[in-house]
């Protein structure tokens, strides 16, 4: 046990006391200086951060010769300069720590879409008749959920036990899941789509899921479906979504997550899509955004870095070959 640990956050107290009692030595860049960050680097085991923003791992990696470790505070790792880090330094996500707050986010949005409030009007004739708004019926509907994961399972499991829905879920493998009640290949894709009243995108971003989403695939949506989107906005090609929504009325789009441009996520899009009566976004806060969300995540990661110290097997181990 024991260790050198660098966090790029500040802990809450509870987290720094489970990595004492591990006889950690731990470091929290807010409380060092640049000439603090530059004695500790060569001496740093394991390295907890987010995946941008908070600490330059591409400048500073070559600085820590002993870094075996770097457990992320944030479920996806996309932002992660994979061809900067060693390859003999293990990468852990913080996988499965938001998924229920996404997962409430994304049928916050599928409900909107839904019953039309993403256009609000006070004039009953009006908000009954415009295919913009007129409310459609959830109980019952065939829920499509691209991502089988912890927020995909979490999507799933609340349709399921609130809405009756019938689920459908798309992996890689094609292997079953629960709260899931047939799971498809990703390659089989296209043949679910048609079939979905409800589409749930729930997927990382990687080599294999970057645009993954398309104006085919959109178009095989079927009459008045309903697309949310809380995995990652590159997941869907932008300029054609905005191209299918603005040809297909019926069909209702709501997002979470954005587009990325020149490394950050832009907010509103380069496309007019905002402007699109059948959109409806919200700026990337389905989880986190709240403290006592973000210090379950943070104390989540932190019992990872726990196995880790014990000698045991940490969660979430990040396959390099999924963004390399």
């Given at each position: 046990?024991?260790?050198?640990?660098?966090?790029?956050?500040?802990?809450?107290?509870?987290?720094?006391e489970?990595?004492?009692?591990?006889?950690?030595?731990?470091y929290e860049?807010?409380?060092?200086?640049?000439?603090?960050?530059?004695?500790?680097?060569?001496?740093?085991?394991?390295?907890m951060?987010?995946?941008?923003?908070?600490?330059?791992?591409?400048?500073?990696?070559?600085?820590?010769p002993?870094?075996?470790?770097?457990?992320?505070?944030?479920?996806?790792?996309?932002?992660?300069?994979?061809?900067?880090?060693p390859?003999?330094?293990r990468?852990?996500?913080?996988a499965?720590?938001y998924?229920?707050?996404?997962?409430?986010h994304?049928?916050?949005?599928?409900?909107?879409?839904a019953?039309?409030?993403?256009?609000?009007?006070?004039?009953?004739?009006?908000?009954?008749s415009?295919?913009?708004?007129?409310p459609?019926?959830?109980?019952?509907?065939?829920?499509?959920?691209?991502?089988?994961?912890?927020?995909?399972?979490?999507?799933?499991?609340?349709?399921?036990?609130?809405?009756?829905?019938?689920?459908?879920?798309v992996?890689?493998s094609?292997?079953?899941?629960?709260?899931?009640?047939?799971?498809?290949?990703?390659?089989?894709?296209?043949?679910?789509?048609?079939?979905?009243?409800i589409?749930?995108?729930?997927?990382?971003?990687?080599?294999?899921?970057?645009?993954?989403?398309?104006?085919e695939?959109?178009?095989?949506?079927?009459?008045?479906?309903?697309?949310?989107?809380?995995?990652?906005?590159?997941?869907?090609?932008?300029?054609?979504?905005?191209?299918?929504?603005?040809?297909?009325?019926?069909i209702?789009?709501?997002?979470d997550?954005?587009?990325v441009?020149d490394?950050?996520?832009?907010?509103?899009?380069?496309?007019?899509?905002?402007?699109?009566?059948?959109?409806?976004?919200?700026p990337?806060?389905?989880?986190?955004?709240?403290?006592?969300?973000a210090?379950?995540a943070?104390?989540?990661?932190?019992?990872?870095?726990?196995?880790?110290?014990?000698?045991?097997?940490?969660?979430?181990?990040?396959d390099?070959?999924?963004?390399?």
């Amino acid at each position: 046990m024991g260790g050198v640990v660098l966090s790029t956050v500040e802990l809450p107290e509870n987290a720094r006391e489970v990595l004492r009692r591990l006889g950690a030595e731990l470091y929290e860049l807010p409380r060092l200086g640049e000439g603090g960050l530059l004695n500790i680097l060569p001496r740093v085991e394991v390295l907890m951060c987010w995946c941008s923003g908070d600490f330059d791992l591409a400048r500073w990696v070559n600085s820590m010769p002993n870094l075996r470790v770097i457990q992320t505070f944030s479920a996806g790792v996309d932002h992660l300069p994979f061809q900067a880090i060693p390859s003999n330094v293990r990468i852990y996500s913080n996988a499965g720590a938001y998924s229920e707050p996404v997962a409430e986010h994304a049928w916050a949005l599928i409900l909107a879409l839904a019953k039309g409030l993403h256009r609000p009007t006070l004039a009953a004739r009006d908000y009954l008749s415009n295919e913009f708004t007129s409310p459609r019926r959830i109980i019952g509907s065939t829920l499509l959920v691209l991502g089988t994961g912890g927020i995909g399972r979490e999507i799933a499991r609340i349709g399921k036990e609130g809405f009756r829905t019938y689920n459908i879920g798309v992996n890689r493998s094609g292997r079953q899941v629960e709260y899931f009640d047939e799971v498809y290949r990703t390659d089989e894709l296209r043949v679910v789509i048609p079939r979905a009243d409800i589409i749930a995108i729930a997927l990382p971003l990687n080599k294999y899921t970057r645009n993954l989403i398309g104006a085919e695939e959109l178009r095989l949506a079927k009459r008045g479906a309903i697309i949310v989107n809380v995995g990652r906005g590159d997941v869907v090609r932008e300029e054609d979504l905005y191209e299918v929504l603005k040809e297909r009325p019926d069909i209702r789009f709501g997002t979470d997550v954005w587009w990325v441009h020149d490394g950050r996520e832009e907010i509103p899009p380069r496309t007019p899509l905002t402007t699109l009566p059948n959109f409806l976004g919200t700026p990337h806060i389905a989880g986190g955004a709240q403290r006592d969300v973000a210090e379950r995540a943070i104390m989540r990661a932190v019992e990872n870095v726990a196995r880790y110290l014990r000698g045991e097997s940490p969660l979430n181990e990040v396959d390099r070959s999924d963004y390399v």
